[in-house]
């Protein structure tokens, strides 16, 4: 199970953004990366220091420790606001 407390992440375009996602249960521990819309990131947190409109869109966090047929999946989209 994953958690994610935020759903929706508006920044103005400069700005910095962070996301993360947590794992709270799963054993083995599962592996977490992110699918967003410039490609993939691994590890529980994605951190943009200076956000553009390309980086707008869906983050998808995945959880996958290689039991399930299906990785468990928390979403947040990113709004990028233009100055």
């Known amino acids: 199970m ?3 407390p935020i759903k929706l992440l508006a920044v103005k375009e400069g700005d ?3 996301i993360s996602c947590e794992v709270l249960t ?3 521990a599962p592996k977490l990366i992110w699918r967003t819309p410039v490609g993939v990131i691994n590890g529980s947190n994605v951190r943009l220091s200076k956000t553009y409109k ?3 869109g869906e983050y998808v966090c ?3 420790n290689g039991f399930d047929k ?3 999946t ?3 989209v990113l709004i990028v ?3």
């Open 2 to 4: 994953l958690q994610n």
């Open 16 to 18: 910095t953004a962070q």
């Open 26 to 28: 799963g054993h083995p």
């Open 54 to 56: 390309e980086q707008a």
């Open 62 to 64: 995945e959880a996958d």
């Open 70 to 72: 299906m990785p468990v």
């Open 74 to 76: 928390s979403t947040v």
């Open 81 to 83: 606001e233009c100055k």
